[in-house]
């Protein structure tokens, strides 16, 4: 059984709810979730990693669940994003981590690795692309900006908040279904989404990330090459995200491995628990 350690950091002007597991002296993972997930989304992957000896390190990101949702869209610059997480670092000490990261986690991660790759010893990346992998795709590929579609729904103000905040979070909740095999997530865990979801006081903060994307570009350096090792998993049956861009992807990074899981969709830390662990453990270690 692993045990849970919850804590909550004031740090970068918000205040983070994080979850630790792990020995203490382990080597440090922080693993990031995206959208619509909170720290909950890794609860099934953590054991392994915690087996292996690592000291699992998970926040609710700014606008989820248990930590704060800051009111200005302007607060979820990926730049902000980025330095909650080097403060949660300076936090317990860390001068270098390991770093796996999904969805909106993900592009915080690829972000992190162009700003800050001193702090960074390996890399992890699930089903987002890198930044600049992401623009050119798009802007060559009507089918890629047809599965975006949902970007510009975000935008609208209010409006997408509202309409999938409705019964009980059915919106954020179907876009899982949705998305996702037949049983990727289960009653039970979907109850915790929406308990998350209201922790939040809404979805208000977690679609802010989207309308601040448009907005505010995030600060990259010339070389947008990732000089830390990255391993990137990648779902091909993902609705939103086409596999050329975690093809494109490859190519910015100095030492870089892409796995592709077929039969995968968006979530593949769900749809492949044991492979996922499996590479993951052989490329931290």
Known sequence: MTTYEHTYIETNGVRLHVVLAGPKDGPPLVLLHGFPEYWGGWRKNIPALVAAGFRVIV???RGY???EAPGD???YRLDELSKDIIGILDHFGIQQTFLVGHDWGAAVAWVMALQYPE??????ILNVPHPIATVKVIRKSPKQMLKSWY???FQIPWLADWLMSLNNFSGAINLLRASSKAGTFSEAELDEYRKAYANAGGLTGMINWYRAMLRFRPSIPRDVRIKVPVLILWGKQDLALSYEMAEQSLRYCQDGRLVAFDDA???VQHDELEAVAKELLGFLK
Do not use: C, E, M, Y
Request: proline letters at 5%.
């Open 119 to 124: 702090r960074i010893q390996k890399l992890g």
């Open 59 to 61: 926040p609710d990101q």
């Open 151 to 153: 970007i510009g729904f």
């Open 265 to 267: 969709t968006h979530w």
């Open 73 to 75: 869209v302007r607060a």
């Open 65 to 67: 669940n248990l930590s």
